[in-house]
């Protein structure tokens, strides 16, 4: 499966901006799908992630302004994310866990300016 991960951009401290991630094919929804990001010279650090059946988990960092769901309809997994602040400043990035393995999507730029 490929994952397209889009809807980056430039925003002011306190906007917002809403991620969107297209798979190649269809997901079962009890796969497991998430967000992730990496900021400059920092790892790669867990955002946000859902499956069916159960509720969404978030980063400490993120909860409360970011919020995660998908339509598995449209094969797209989204990531709504308010109030953002600069240290959200990141490549996002989407990953689906299929069996034992990873799909990662390309990543797209969040800058937040203060």
């Known amino acids: 499966v490929q994952l397209q991960a889009s809807g980056g951009g430039l925003v002011q401290a306190g906007g917002s901006l809403r991620l969107s991630c297209v798979a190649s094919?269809?997901?079962?929804?009890?796969?497991?799908m998430g967000w992730y990001r990496q900021a400059p010279g920092k790892q790669r650090e867990f955002v946000a992630s859902?499956?069916?059946?159960?509720?969404?988990n978030y980063s400490d960092s993120v909860q409360g302004r970011f919020t995660i769901s998908r339509d598995n309809a449209k094969n797209t997994l989204y990531l709504q994310m308010n109030s953002l602040k600069p240290e959200d400043t990141a490549v996002y990035y989407c990953?689906?866990?299929?069996?034992?393995?990873?799909?990662w999507g390309q990543g797209t730029l969040v800058t937040v300016s203060s």
């Open positions: 990953k689906a866990r299929i069996g034992s393995g990873d799909y």
């Open positions: 094919r269809t997901i079962h929804s009890s796969v497991v």
């Open positions: 859902i499956r069916s059946g159960r509720d969404p």
